[in-house]
């Protein structure tokens, strides 16, 4: 579905859906997948061992995305504590890995002192060349518990992403015009943040519900910047 020139957004699995992508058109990879949910038999919280099940999926889904890259094109693939033991060899071997970047959200759950950090696996082929990207951990950007919602509004996923920090990581990788793709678009935050920058965008999202919300938000980001 179309909703711009600029705007593309699809529905279904993304594997199958990134098949159908072009070799080398795509600048930079950013998406948050849902790392630790949905991987056990027993409806209980994922463990470290559970995630071996989806280990051929996302196989396929780290050789799709060095695929679709254009030879200088970048990868950021967030994950947590929990699930970068899993990812970083696949990552590693199947696209590269240039650095890990680091998160502080100044908020986060937890019982045995608070996690508050995400990691973001990320890919460069070349430096990014003439970019003031600073450190590779990011304090200066709220999470919604601390802060993004003056800028954000209410939350609307549960994993949802402030707008400012895809947008840093458009900006740091991308130019006007270029092609961000985001594999698990929730609700539309990659999306936004390539309107509100001037980039294209490529969303994927499977849940019916979530690619509902990505549209109608989309739709009206459009509005107003039209």
Known sequence: MKLNHNIEILRGDCIELLEKIPTQSVQSV?????????????????????????????????????????????????????????YYPLFASLIGISNCLIWNKKSGPGIFYRFAHEFVLFYSSKPLVGKRLGLNVIDSIAAFNSGAKKTNGEKVHPTQK??????????????????????????????????????RFIGMELDEGYFNIARTRLENNLKQDS
């Open 30 to 86: 950013i998406t948050d997948p849902p790392y630790f949910l949905g991987m056990t038999h027993n409806g209980q919280k994922g463990t470290f061992n559970d995630l071996a099940i989806c280990k051929p999926f996302y196989e396929k889904l780290f050789f799709e995305y060095k695929r679709i890259l254009k030879p200088d094109g970048c990868v950021y693939f967030f994950t947590d504590w929990r699930g970068y033991a899993f």
């Open 162 to 199: 402030p707008v400012e920090l895809i947008e840093k990581f458009i900006l740091d990788s991308t130019n006007a015009g270029d092609v961000v793709l985001d594999s698990f678009m929730g609700s539309g935050t990659t999306g936004a943040a390539c309107i509100n920058t001037g980039r």
